[in-house]
């Protein structure tokens, strides 16, 4: 069974064809990134704007990256939330329009599920139940999978996601959005035990919290730049950013020396360490062997390797999609699809978006 899965919910136009739910036909994706880079975050109208100029062309790439005519596939499947409402309508009356014209069955898929599915993608011997860990832009959630269509959420963040405190941070420190992709870059040119920023437990949920730390991160820039007059974004990734400190009487204090890339990197561990200790804590309480990361920060290379290693020292397998499956794409909505449509869950053309719904409906 092949699906043609739309993805229009942020700022990535896509269309992909994936066969049974694992093989990736084609993948296309148009990222708004450059239009949005001069506003430094998503506008939603010009994101609208931007899917509808692009979604005809992005889905006739798909087609032609995988040799097939419309006729050929089975199904389509769309992202019809959470996600931003005139962005997630773009690819939702696209979709609409598409099955009726073909006469195919349509799926609505959320669009987290899609984020898991993508490691079905990626891991072809990957099936629940396992334990996951969604982190995105607007999601840090950890989810028990028991079967391809029934999630339970565990823990969740109470305000900020994990990819909005990587971009409000990267924003900051002067890194061009969007800035999870680019404070993984600095953080590897860093020391992350340079500095020790806070790491918020609660005394009876594993959920997270990261609008504290995201603040310390920026306390701590406002003031070293009033205490040595430097301003941080303007300055290179490891160039010190603390300076020697001269008392009046003409004694020398010395401040630790701290880089641009060491302020990435401590954050970039206090995020980590926070992330990867509730999602093993899940997993040992609920006898999980299996650990999936989904989402967006899932690409960040500290958080694999902690978690891998972590994992390993407890005998689970830990396992994320590739970076092009990890962001959003359509091939994942197509899997996941697939899995609905396999059961039978099909919808109407009267699906609208809808901006926020739970994973667990
Ligand atoms: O899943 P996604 O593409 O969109 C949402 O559904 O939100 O996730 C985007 C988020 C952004 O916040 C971006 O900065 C973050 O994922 N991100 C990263 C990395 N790559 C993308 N965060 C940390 N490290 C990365 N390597
Ligand atoms: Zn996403």
């Known amino acids: 069974m092949r699906l043609l899965g739309i993805e229009t919910s942020c700022d990535e136009t896509s269309a992909a064809i994936v066969e049974d739910g694992r093989k990736v036909l084609s993948n296309a994706i148009y990222t708004q990134i450059d239009t949005h880079k001069l506003y430094g975050g998503v506008v939603p109208e010009i994101a609208s704007r931007k899917h509808i100029e692009k979604i005809s062309a992005v889905v006739d790439q798909a087609f032609a990256d995988?040799?097939?005519?419309?006729?050929?596939?089975?199904?389509?499947?769309?992202?019809?939330?959470?996600?931003?409402?005139?962005?997630?309508?773009?690819?939702?009356?696209?979709?609409?329009?598409?099955?009726?014209?073909?006469?195919k069955p349509l799926v609505k898929v959320h669009h987290i599920k899609g984020h898991i599915a993508a490691n079905y993608l990626s891991h072809p011997e990957l099936e629940p139940p396992f334990l996951c860990l969604v982190v995105s832009g607007g999601h840090s959630h950890i989810i028990e999978v028991s079967d391809y269509n029934a999630y339970h959420i565990v823990a969740q963040t109470r305000d900020d996601a994990a990819g909005e405190a990587f971009d409000k941070v990267a924003r900051v420190i002067g890194l061009p959005y969007p800035g999870g992709s680019q404070m993984d870059r600095l953080a590897k040119r860093g020391d992350g035990t340079k500095l020790d920023f806070p790491r918020v437990h609660f005394p009876d949920s594993l959920d997270f919290s990261f609008s504290g730390l995201k603040t310390a991160v920026i306390n701590y820039i406002h003031r070293i730049e009033q205490r040595y007059d430097v301003k941080v974004s303007l300055l290179g990734d490891t160039d010190v950013i603390t300076r020697e400190m001269f008392e009046g009487n003409g004694v020398k204090q010395h401040a630790p020396l701290v880089t641009k890339a060491d302020l990435a990197a401590s954050f970039t561990r206090a995020v980590v360490d926070i992330l990867v200790e509730n999602t093993i804590k899940t997993a040992l309480e609920k006898n999980y062997r299996t650990i999936a990361l989904a989402g967006g920060v899932a690409c960040n290379s500290f958080l694999r390797d902690a978690m891998k290693q972590v994992g390993e020292q407890h005998g689970i397998s830990?396992?994320?999609?590739?970076?092009?499956?990890?962001?959003?794409?359509?091939?994942?909505?197509?899997?996941?699809?697939?899995?609905l449509l396999k059961s039978g869950e099909t919808c109407g053309l009267d699906l609208n978006a809808v901006p926020y719904i739970s994973i667990e409906k």
């Open 318 to 339: 830990v396992c994320y999609p590739e970076p092009v499956f990890c962001t959003d794409n359509a091939a994942m909505i197509a899997s996941m699809g697939y899995y």
């Open 66 to 103: 995988a040799g097939l005519a419309f006729h050929d596939i089975d199904g389509v499947a769309v992202t019809y939330g959470p996600g931003l409402v005139g962005a997630l309508l773009c690819g939702v009356s696209y979709a609409k329009s598409f099955a009726y014209a073909l006469k």
